[in-house]
C-alpha cells in the first residue's frame, strides 16, 4: 500500500511517500481502506518535537516509535474482519474513534494506557489502517470527507464545552474560532447547547461565515480595543472561554471573565507559555480546566448531532495523499476557515 510515514523529528522533509506492506487485522481487529484522513494540529507538533522528543513525544512513556504513520481522522470501508469479528462489519463505511484505553466509562482519556492512532498506532496517512472492530462507528453524514473531519477535533470541542459546563443562555468566548477545533466549538456551544458565542479570529472577512455557524459576535484579536469590544458585545464580561491558542489571549480572557467564570484550554497554538497573576484567578474565583481529547460517550453524542444536522463539516481544502508534505504546510497557514484533508 502507499502510506505516507514520519521518519523523525525535524522539518516536512521527515515526511516520506512510502510503498509498505498492507496490514493484516488481528484478532478483535477490523483492516479499513482509508478514504479520507483530516490533518491535525497533534501530528505536525509530533513531526517537530513540540511536546518534545524521547519518552514526552507521545501519549505512552516510551513515546512515538518512528517510522510512524500518522493520522487520526479517519473515515473508510472494512474490508477484511480478523477472527472474533462478526463479517457482517465488512463493507460498511466506519469513522474511527481515535484512540484504545483500559479506562473505565467516561475516564478513557485519562487512563495511562491511552494510546492514539497516528501515533502509538499507524494511521491514516495511508491507502489502509487497522482497528479495533468495536472502536469503528458509523459515518454520520453520506461522504468520506465530511464524516472526517469530527473524532479529534469534534470530541475535543465537544468534551471542553462538557468540561466548561455551558449553559443555554450564557456567553461564550472561542478563540481560534476559524480553525478545526474552534469552527466546531462554535458550533456545539451555540447549535446544541444554546450559549450565545463570541468568536474571535484573525481576519473579518471570516465573520459570516462564522455567524452562519452560530456566532453571535465575530471580533478579531489583532484589535488593540479587544477587551472593551468584548464587554461591549455581551455588555459586561463573560460566562465562558473555549480556547485553543493558548498564551496569546490569556489574559485579555482573564480580564473579561465575570467572577466565577471557567477558562478552558485545549491547544496553545498561540504560545505554550504564559504568565498568571494568581490574584486575578483567585479574586475573581476564576476556574481554570485543561481539556483534551473525550470519552466514547461524548463521541457518540457528537455523531448523533452530526447526524440531526446540529453540527456541520467545515472543510477547507482537500489534498491528495501523495502531497501530504504541502497539506501540513498549507495547515499552518493563518486565514484558513475549518480542516483540511487528505484522501488517498
Excluded at 324 to 342: C, T
Aim: glycine fraction near 12%.
Amino acid at each position: 500500500m502507499k502510506a505516507v510515514q514520519v521518519e523523525g523529528y525535524g522539518g516536512l522533509e521527515q515526511l516520506q511517500y512510502v510503498e509498505k506492506e498492507t496490514p493484516k487485522p488481528k484478532e478483535g481487529e477490523v483492516l479499513i481502506e482509508v478514504k479520507a484522513c483530516a490533518i491535525n494540529n497533534t501530528e505536525i507538533w509530533m513531526r517537530e518535537g513540540a511536546y518534545g522528543t524521547g519518552g514526552k513525544s507521545g501519549w505512552r512513556p516510551e513515546g512515538v516509535q518512528f517510522p510512524r504513520i500518522p493520522g487520526s481522522d479517519i473515515t473508510g470501508k472494512v474490508v477484511e474482519a480478523g477472527t472474533g469479528v462478526n463479517e457482517s462489519i465488512v463493507g460498511q463505511d466506519v469513522v474511527l474513534f481515535p484512540f484504545t484505553s483500559s479506562g473505565e466509562e467516561g475516564k478513557e482519556h485519562i487512563s495511562e494506557d491511552m494510546s492514539f492512532v497516528g501515533s502509538e498506532y499507524d494511521g491514516g496517512y495511508a491507502e489502509y489502517v487497522v482497528w479495533p472492530a468495536e472502536l469503528c462507528f458509523p459515518m454520520p453524514l453520506s461522504t468520506y470527507p465530511e464524516s472526517a473531519v469530527f473524532s479529534v477535533s469534534g470530541m475535543t470541542g465537544w468534551h471542553m464545552v462538557e468540561e466548561a459546563q455551558i449553559q443555554e443562555g450564557e456567553t461564550v468566548m472561542v478563540t481560534g474560532a476559524n480553525g478545526g477545533v474552534g469552527s466546531l466549538n462554535v458550533q456545539i456551544a451555540s447549535q446544541v447547547f444554546g450559549a450565545k458565542v463570541i468568536a474571535i479570529v484573525g481576519d473579518l472577512e471570516l465573520a459570516d461565515k462564522l455567524k452562519e455557524l452560530g456566532a453571535t459576535h465575530v471580533l478579531s484579536y489583532k484589535s488593540d480595543q479587544l477587551e472593551k469590544e468584548i464587554l461591549e458585545a455581551n455588555d459586561g464580561p463573560i460566562d465562558a472561554v473555549l480556547d485553543v491558542v493558548g498564551d496569546a489571549l490569556f489574559n485579555t480572557s482573564l480580564q473579561v471573565l465575570k467572577k466565577g467564570g471557567r477558562f478552558c484550554t485545549s491547544g496553545s497554538a498561540g504560545g505554550q507559555k504564559t504568565e498568571l497573576d494568581f490574584r486575578t484567578m483567585y479574586l475573581k474565583h476564576i476556574t481554570l480546566i485543561g481539556s483534551v481529547l473525550g470519552t466514547r460517550k461524548e463521541f457518540k453524542k457528537l455523531m448523533d448531532a452530526v447526524s440531526e444536522g446540529k453540527v456541520k463539516p467545515i472543510i477547507d481544502r482537500t489534498f491528495p495523499l501523495e502531497q501530504a508534505r504541502d497539506a501540513q504546510s498549507y495547515f499552518k497557514e493563518a486565514g484558513k476557515m475549518g480542516k483540511i484533508v487528505l484522501l488517498p
